[in-house]
Structures are given as C-alpha cells and as structure tokens.
C-alpha cells in the first residue's frame, strides 16, 4: 500500500519561506521521480517542481530561483524549500510518485499573506 505524508505547511508573509516534506512508504523511493504539485482555489493542479531518481530537477516558470526540490533517499523523503514567497504561491501543496499515476497525498496548506 503506497502512503504519502505532506508536512510543513502553514501561514507567512510575503517574502517568508516554509520546507514541505513527504514521507513515502509501499514504494520503491529511490528509482522514482517525485514531484511536487500544488492547487489554488478554483484553479487545476499545476506541476511545481520535480527531481528525478538521479536528482534532475525541473521547476516551473512561476517558482525558479525561488523553490529547491531536493530529496533523501535514506529517508524517503522529498523536500520543497520555498523561499520569497509570494501571495500567489496560496495552495494546497502535495506530493506524487510519477509512476503512481493515481496516487496521491492529502496534501499540506500552504498560504501567503500580503
């Protein structure tokens, strides 16, 4: 049984950072890519981030120089370090194994004041 386990969120300023975490288990973590996804109200699921089994990592346009992915494989975990955040960065942030088409976390809030 695959489990996901989102952490970290909460509430901060514009400009604030928060670190997510995700804590996978019923998989094997270090041969999957993992990415990051997150969904504002009334908006679909948009991509933030990915790293890949070796460590390659993509971001979206609206979170470069902004976001870092990383990951530990020891542990099972993915990582979203977000710094300068910004009010548009509000959502529902989760986690998802990329070959696990239809798995998905709860996800953690995430929300951004101004």
């Known amino acids: 049984q695959v489990q996901l386990v989102e952490s970290g969120g909460g509430l901060v300023q514009a400009g604030g950072s928060l670190r997510l975490s995700c804590a996978a288990s019923g998989i094997i973590f270090s041969i999957e890519s993992m990415g990051w996804y997150r969904q504002a109200p009334g908006k679909q699921r948009e991509l933030v981030a990915i790293?890949?089994?070796?460590?390659?990592?993509n971001y979206a346009d609206s979170v470069k120089g902004r976001f870092t992915i990383s990951r530990d494989n020891a542990k099972n975990t993915v990582y979203l370090q977000m710094n300068s955040l910004k009010p548009e960065d509000t959502a529902v942030y989760c986690c998802?194994?990329?070959?696990?088409?239809?798995?998905w976390g709860q996800g953690t809030q995430v929300a951004v004041s101004s």
């Open positions: 998802h194994p990329l070959s696990y088409p239809a798995i």
């Open positions: 790293i890949s089994s070796r460590g390659n990592t």
